[in-house]
C-alpha cells in the first residue's frame, strides 16, 4: 500500500498534504488573529505567554520560531532577546509569513522571515539556542523529520519548545467534542466564511499525538529532559526538552 497521512479525518498522500494545509491557511490568513481570540475566548495568549515563560529566552539569544503564522509567539521573545539578540520567522505558508513578518515591523521589531519546510530547515547544526513552534506542529506531514530538524539546528544545551493542542481532560471529552465540531464550524463560517478550514481544525487536533506519545517523539528526534505542562485540563500542552 502507498505511504499515506492524515489531514484531518481524510487519508491523502504525503505531497498532497502540504498543499491542502496551505490552501486553508490561505483561506483564513486574513481572519486568523480575530478567530484565535474567538475560539479560545482569548486563552491562547495567556497559553503563549506561558510557553515564553518556560523558554526563559535571554538577552543575546538567537531563537527560530517555525511556523510562525501571525508572529504572536516570536514578538514576545523578540522582547526578551533585546537589540543584541536574534528572532528569525519560518512558515511553508507564504500568507501567514507575510502577515507575521508585517505584525513584527508594525512592532517595531526586526526578524529575518524565511519561507521553508519545518521537515528541512535552511540552517547550519548547533545555530540556535532556542526554537519554538506553536500550533504549528500538527500541521506538519513527517511530523518526526520536523522535531528532527528542529534539534538538529539547536546548540547544546538548547530547548526546543512545542505548544499544540492536546488530550483533554476524560471528564472534558463530551463538551470538549460538542465544541468542537459544531461550534468552531459555525464560528469559522460566520466570521472568516470557511466552515471547512475549522472542521479540519477540529479534527486534525483529534489525530494528533496525545502528551506521551509527543513525548516520546521528542526524545525519539534526539532531545533529553522531556517534560510537557497541561494547559486548560489539556486542550493544549507545551512541551520541553533539551539538546546535549
Not at 175 to 196: H, I
Request: proline share 4%; hydrophobic share 45%.
Amino acid at each position: 500500500m502507498d505511504e499515506q497521512t492524515h489531514f484531518g479525518y481524510e487519508r491523502v498522500a504525503p505531497e498532497e498534504k502540504a498543499a491542502k494545509v496551505g490552501a486553508v491557511f490561505d483561506r483564513v490568513a486574513s481572519r486568523y488573529d480575530v478567530m484565535n481570540d474567538l475560539m479560545s475566548l482569548g486563552l491562547h495568549r495567556a497559553w503563549k505567554a506561558f510557553a515564553v515563560a518556560i523558554a526563559r529566552p535571554r538577552p543575546g539569544e538567537r531563537l527560530l520560531d517555525v511556523a510562525t503564522g501571525s508572529a504572536d509567539l516570536a514578538r514576545s521573545l523578540a522582547s526578551r532577546v533585546g537589540a543584541s539578540g536574534e528572532v528569525w520567522l519560518t512558515d511553508i505558508n507564504a500568507s501567514m509569513l507575510a502577515r507575521g513578518r508585517d505584525r513584527m515591523i508594525d512592532a517595531g521589531c526586526s526578524a529575518p522571515a524565511v519561507q521553508c519546510n519545518a521537515e528541512q530547515l535552511p540552517f547550519p547544526d548547533r545555530h540556535f539556542d532556542c526554537v519554538t513552534v506553536a500550533f504549528g506542529l500538527r500541521n506538519m506531514t513527517r511530523k518526526d523529520l520536523a522535531l528532527a530538524e528542529m534539534t538538529r539546528v539547536l546548540k547544546s544545551g538548547g530547548r526546543l519548545l512545542v505548544l499544540e493542542f492536546s488530550k483533554v481532560w476524560k471528564p472534558l471529552e463530551a463538551a470538549y467534542d460538542l465544541y468542537s465540531f459544531k461550534v468552531l464550524p459555525w464560528l469559522g463560517k460566520r466570521v472568516a466564511g470557511d466552515e471547512a478550514a475549522y472542521r479540519y481544525l477540529a479534527e486534525s487536533i483529534r489525530m494528533h499525538p496525545d502528551q506521551d506519545e509527543l513525548s516520546r517523539m521528542l526524545e525519539a528526534a534526539g532531545l533529553a529532559r522531556v517534560e510537557y505542562f497541561n494547559l486548560s485540563a489539556g486542550v493544549v500542552a507545551l512541551h520541553r526538552g533539551y539538546r546535549f
